[in-house]
């Protein structure tokens, strides 16, 4: 049931540098009501990534920046509550950019379908969502792994490097990740089937990198940048091919960014980098999410959703992102799919 009301979490102050809950305002609205050719949606999940820091920076990005008092960007997974449009019946399931809020009328055509055949409807801002294609993408379309490459994914335990690691490892990719626990760090070996992992905040990561691949990483999957950065490119190999997927470790230094520091690893190894967005291959994400869903229901592909309920609570879930206090993809639960 609800009181006709709608929350929306807007920036309210620009953060200079870690994100806090000053920089976040709860508004309330009424619901507004579909127009011809709008749906009505209603969120379900609201999926929590890393690129919204950047989309509070003032700096030129690929995406336009907020403003303050705009609502946070993002996507949703609603349902539809009322349709003005043959494209979309009441109760579908869709996907939408709608940003941080409870409800929207939106053009029925840009909210996407999300089939439920091919897996629990949260995983469409998930695995089978931008992070899974991010994976799926970063690693055979920009590195290109063969057998017997070794891989190192950072950020392992999260949406992405998790599964990037275990696409590595059924091509036969020797595969090292890091992350910032000993129990992430078990979790991508003991259960996702990871080859090593390294703790990043705790251990030498070069001195370990050097110790588990002694004829250096042939790919490199970097979603971190700065130190992490640093360690790899001490330990490459002849042609290594490096894909640039984020740069996490820098999302809240707004004037001291670092990192690879040591480019002329580079020029000795005939090095390659590519940077790349998961929507540079967008007409394939169905190929790529058909596929992904097989394999996790064969059982070769595992994913971990980090659920955090209650729409109220999702600035200090963001928050928590930027520092690794998540633990898998993180969704906001907003309402249940039955209202
Ligand atoms: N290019 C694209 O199209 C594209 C698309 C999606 C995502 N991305 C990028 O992919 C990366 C991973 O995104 P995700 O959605 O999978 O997030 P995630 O890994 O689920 O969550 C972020 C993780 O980053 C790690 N982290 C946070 N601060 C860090 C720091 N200072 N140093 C090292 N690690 C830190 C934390 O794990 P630990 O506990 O291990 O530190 C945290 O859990 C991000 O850089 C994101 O911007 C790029």
Redesign the pocket.
């Known amino acids: 049931m609800t009181d006709g009301t709608n929350r929306a979490w807007t920036m309210a102050v620009r953060p200079e540098a870690e994100p806090s809950a000053e920089t976040f305002a709860m508004t309330e609205t009424a619901i507004p009501t579909a127009k011809h050719g709008e749906v009505l949606v209603r969120t379900l999940y609201m999926s929590l990534?890393?690129?919204m820091r950047?989309r509070m920076r003032v700096a030129k990005t690929y995406a336009a920046s907020l403003q303050p008092g705009d609502v946070i960007t993002g996507e949703v997974i609603a349902v539809v509550e009322q349709s003005e449009s043959p494209i979309h019946k009441v109760g579908d399931t869709v996907r939408a950019n709608i940003g941080w809020q409870e409800w929207a009328a939106i053009p029925a055509h840009e909210a996407t379908p999300v089939n439920p055949d091919l897996g629990p409807v949260s995983t469409g801002v998930g695995i089978l969502g931008?992070?899974g294609m991010?994976a799926f993408f970063?690693l055979n379309a920009v590195l290109m792994p063969k057998t017997g490459d070794t891989l190192v994914v950072?950020?392992?335990?999260?949406?992405?490097?998790?599964i990037v690691g275990q696409l590595g490892k059924l091509q036969g990719c020797f595969v090292i990740g890091?992350?910032?626990?000993n129990e992430?760090c078990r979790y991508i070996v003991d259960e996702l089937g990871f080859d090593a992992a390294i703790n990043?905040?705790t251990q030498d990561i070069s001195a370990e990198l050097a110790r588990l691949a002694p004829d250096g990483v042939n790919i490199f999957f970097d979603?971190?940048g700065?130190?992490?950065s640093d360690a790899v490119f001490e330990n490459l190999t002849l042609h290594t091919r490096i894909a640039?997927?984020?740069?996490?470790?820098q999302?809240n230094d707004e004037e001291t960014a670092q990192g690879p520091r040591n480019l002329m690893m580079l020029t000795r190894n005939r090095a390659t980098v590519q940077?790349?967005?998961?929507?540079d291959y967008e007409l394939d994400h169905d190929m790529a999410k058909a596929r992904m869903s097989n394999w996790i229901k064969e059982g070769k592909l595992k994913y971990k959703e980090d659920v955090v309920d209650g729409f109220e609570n999702a600035p200090e879930a963001f928050i928590g992102?930027?520092?690794?206090?998540?633990?898998?993809?993180?969704l906001v639960k907003v309402s249940e799919e039955i209202a």
């Open positions: 990534d890393p690129y950047g931008m992070p991010t970063g950072s950020a392992a335990s999260g949406a992405v490097g998790a890091t992350a910032g626990s992430k990043y905040k979603n971190v700065g130190a992490v640039i997927c984020g740069q996490i470790s999302y940077g790349f967005l998961v929507y992102l930027l520092t690794g206090k998540n633990f898998g993809k993180l």
